[in-house]
């Protein structure tokens, strides 16, 4: 009977070969346990870290000057990568290149088309020389992940723009802005939805109506013409910080209401809780109860919540940057990048311009979303 007791009391658990009971998982370890099962999800974070990175060291990855231009490679097509290269007697030598590009004219369609020049020989390799800059922000180099060796050669690894600018160049300095829009968009959405929402659940009454009814009111007014209203408003004098700065306000506009309710529906459930009532009765104010008692029961909802937000915050900073109401050239990101495709002309003479920035966008927001349902189905205690 002693040892009945025993077993029930230790939730059913059973020692190990040592006669040690088996250690409980917190918590966030069995969130993280759980998530780790979900493959999508665990290969996603590492997607999103790689793309975080690439933002973070962007200078470090990127083969020229974003803005530097060639005015003898327009639209110049994507050049493929080789490994071996042929000697004169006919022998293969291993040689990480590319080949240059021959520019001709199209005696038919009276327009410029590009050729693969197999006499020209470009030698790529890792760590190679290129243009000056400040590795994040501050230390000084001039070395980059990989390249062409000859500083002086120009390699077009996803092709060039109409003012022969390297579209992958552009591509990974882009992420930058764009990525850190979805982040910072967010953040001010978590400050602005936890507040609104945990008053309007905490207190209820005339507080709870009148942010329902200010949530109602935004949701109802169609995005694109709110957007296009608010960016109106931002002056084209300004610097490209101060207009990144209002575009990411404008984006976090409607990004609150849907957590804002969320979080309210969380404190009407929880402000009757014994644990909540037990915490007024020790004499914590409501403040402290919300900070130390409320907002953690759910944290774990909130950050999946948050998850699932970024790649809309990044779509929304591409559709305005896309219609021209967003950020502007010389301004670098995704949605300035697909601008460049917006008539058909541009789109059959260099398809890169929107299938690379394209498919770039896609991933990203895929990768966000597998990540944030992972993220909630770890968070759910009920799932399985």
């Not at 997607?47 to 690439?54: H, L, N």
């Amino acid at each position: 009977m002693t040892d009945q007791t025993i077993q029930l009391g230790n939730g059913g658990m059973q020692p190990d070969d040592t006669g040690a009971m088996p250690d409980l998982l917190g918590p966030r370890a069995l969130m993280w346990r759980k998530f780790r099962r979900h493959r999508v999800a665990y290969l996603s974070l590492w997607v999103v870290v790689f793309i975080y990175a690439m933002a973070l060291f962007g200078e470090f990855l990127a083969t020229t000057d974003i803005q530097q231009t060639n005015r003898r490679a327009p639209f110049a097509p994507p050049m493929s990568i080789h490994m071996f290269v042929e000697g004169e007697d006919g022998s293969r030598q291993l040689l990480l290149h590319a080949k240059g590009l021959k520019l001709t004219l199209d005696p038919v369609e009276r327009r410029r088309t590009f050729a693969e020049d197999p006499d020209k020989v470009i030698p790529l390799g890792f760590f190679v020389k290129g243009f000056d800059y400040h590795l994040l922000g501050v230390i000084p180099m001039d070395r980059h992940f990989f390249g062409p060796v000859n500083p002086k050669d120009r390699v077009y690894f996803w092709g060039a723009d109409r003012l022969g600018r390297d579209i992958f160049s552009r591509i990974v300095m882009g992420t930058r802005v764009s990525m850190s829009i979805g982040l910072v968009g967010v953040a001010m959405s978590l400050v602005i939805g936890v507040s609104l929402g945990g008053l309007s659940g905490y207190y209820g009454g005339w507080v709870d109506n009148a942010i329902q009814r200010l949530i109602e009111f935004l949701r109802s007014i169609p995005t694109i013409p709110l957007w296009m209203g608010l960016a109106a408003a931002i002056p084209l004098d300004w610097p490209p910080l101060r207009t990144y700065f209002v575009v990411t306000i404008i984006v976090s506009m409607i990004g609150w209401t849907s957590l804002a309710r969320e979080v309210r529906g969380k404190f009407l459930s929880l402000r009757g809780e014994d644990f909540i009532t037990a915490a007024r009765l020790d004499g914590l104010s409501d403040w402290q109860v919300i900070r130390l008692h409320m907002v953690p029961s759910f944290s774990s909802h909130i950050i999946a919540s948050l998850t699932l937000a970024v790649p809309l915050m990044i779509l929304a900073e591409t559709s305005l940057s896309f219609l021209g109401i967003g950020l502007q050239p010389p301004t670098v990101s995704w949605g300035t990048l697909l601008k460049e495709a917006q008539n058909i002309r541009t789109i059959i003479q260099a398809p890169w311009l929107l299938i690379a920035p394209g498919s770039v966008i896609v991933l990203a927001v895929l990768a966000l979303n597998f990540l944030g349902d992972g993220l909630r189905d770890a968070a759910d205690p009920h799932a399985h």
